[in-house]
Every structure is written in structure tokens, then in C-alpha cells.
């Protein structure tokens, strides 16, 4: 166990549909940090977080929305996909950006 | 832009070898560079990590080097085992973003 949890583990959803993912650190982390990883592609930063401040948003379409209402917690909400976002989602944290990050298990979404 | 490469992508060794895989990067302005390792379907679990002042970290079985002015980091498995099969993956951080490569599939057969 890294500390860093994340839920739900496996999410199918249609395009249509509205879902949330939900990341949680225990361990007193300042950044955190949404990742997607696709086969066959490099693990592709997302969004960054320091001290709940966005820092980073990297070309991420608009479809995907974060949300970190502490420092403890980052969200990533879902709606109208496409088949194409069917990926690994990741969520990490580290003390500070920089640092060493710590993962969690991911969420395996699958959009029909 | 920084661009990660690691080689090889792919690697089957028997079980005892020495190992040394590749991870290049373009961009020499970073803060550190780590390497992770990657079990099917999950999540990833830090092995090391070199700050850009450093030369090399070590832990148990795993040596990594950095060489900050080539571009080049190195991680050494000594005496592999088959519970060191995994995606082994390297990233560098530079100014709050970390940039990944493909990664080394490894797997070490009895």
C-alpha cells in the first residue's frame, strides 16, 4: 500500500453518462497529481495540484474536470466521453512537486 | 519539449543475469529523474529517486546513475529474479511536470 487510494477500481460508462473519480492521500502530501496511461502510449500528465492550487493543466480537453477541495483529495469528474478516453486513470501525490511521487492503483475506465 | 526514450522496450533474461536498462531525455534542465516499476494493471511503485545534484542512488539489488549534461540514466539490476518482472519506467521531473518514457517490459524467467 502506497497511501494513496482510489476508487472506483473499474468504471463503465457510456458516452452520454456523468461519473466521477475519486483520489485520496494519507499521507500528508501538498501535490497531487491525475495521470492517464493508455496502451502503448507514455504515462500522460493530466493536471497537477500544489496546496490545492491547479498548477498545471496540460492540454487536457474540457471533458475532463478536476477538483481538489482540500489536500487530501482530487477528483476527476467525467461526461460526454469518447471511446478513445478508455484508458488507466492514475492518481499521485508527493510532498511537494518535485518530489517523489507515490501512486495509486488506478481506475480502469472503459467508455462505450 | 522533453522526450523520454527508454531502451530497450522489451527484455527476457534467465534468472541470476545482470541487467542495465537505458533511459534517455532530451532536455538537461530538470530537478531529478525517477524510476518506478509497473505490475500488470496497476499502479506504479517508486524504486528511486536522483536529484540533478546527484550521481547515483542505490537500494538492495538496484543501482541508477545519472549523467545530467548526456541526457542519460541507467538502472542496474543485479542478480535478477522472477519477481523483478514488471514494466520498468523512468520520468523527469522538470518544473512541476514530470515526463515519462514507454517504459522496459521485463521478465526474468526461471
Known amino acids: 500500500e502506497t497511501g494513496v487510494t482510489q476508487t472506483p477500481r473499474h468504471l463503465v460508462m457510456g458516452m452520454t453518462n456523468k461519473k466521477s473519480l475519486k483520489c485520496e492521500q494519507h499521507?500528508?502530501?501538498?501535490?497531487m497529481y491525475w495521470y492517464k496511461q493508455s496502451a502503448k502510449k507514455p504515462l500522460e500528465l493530466m493536471f497537477v495540484?500544489?496546496?490545492?492550487?491547479?498548477?498545471e493543466n496540460n492540454s487536457v480537453p474540457s471533458r475532463f474536470s478536476p477538483e481538489c477541495p482540500n489536500s487530501s483529495h482530487l477528483f476527476l469528474h467525467l461526461h460526454t466521453l469518447q471511446p478513445e478516453d478508455s484508458a488507466l486513470y492514475l492518481c499521485?501525490?508527493?510532498?511537494?512537486?518535485?518530489?517523489?511521487?507515490?501512486f495509486g492503483p488506478g481506475t480502469r475506465l472503459t467508455v462505450l | 519539449k522533453q522526450e523520454v526514450t527508454q531502451i530497450p522496450a522489451a527484455l527476457s533474461v534467465p534468472e541470476g543475469e545482470n541487467l542495465v536498462l537505458n533511459c534517455s531525455f532530451t532536455?538537461?534542465?530538470?530537478?531529478?529523474l525517477q524510476w518506478f516499476r509497473q505490475d500488470p494493471g496497476k499502479g506504479l511503485t517508486s524504486l528511486l529517486l536522483?536529484?540533478?545534484?546527484?550521481r547515483e542512488q542505490t537500494s538492495g539489488r538496484l543501482n541508477a546513475s545519472l549523467d545530467k549534461s548526456s541526457g542519460r540514466s541507467t538502472l542496474y539490476i543485479a542478480a535478477s529474479q522472477p519477481g523483478d518482472s514488471a514494466t520498468y519506467l523512468c520520468?523527469?521531473?522538470?518544473?512541476?511536470?514530470?515526463?515519462f518514457g514507454r517504459g522496459t517490459s521485463l521478465i526474468v524467467h526461471p
Open positions: 495540484y500544489s496546496l490545492e492550487e491547479r498548477v
Open positions: 499521485a501525490s508527493s510532498s511537494h512537486t518535485a518530489d517523489t511521487q507515490y
Open positions: 520520468a523527469v521531473i522538470g518544473s512541476y511536470i514530470p515526463t
Open positions: 532536455d538537461s534542465a530538470i530537478y531529478n
Open positions: 499521507l500528508g502530501h501538498n501535490a
Open positions: 536522483i536529484q540533478s545534484s546527484q
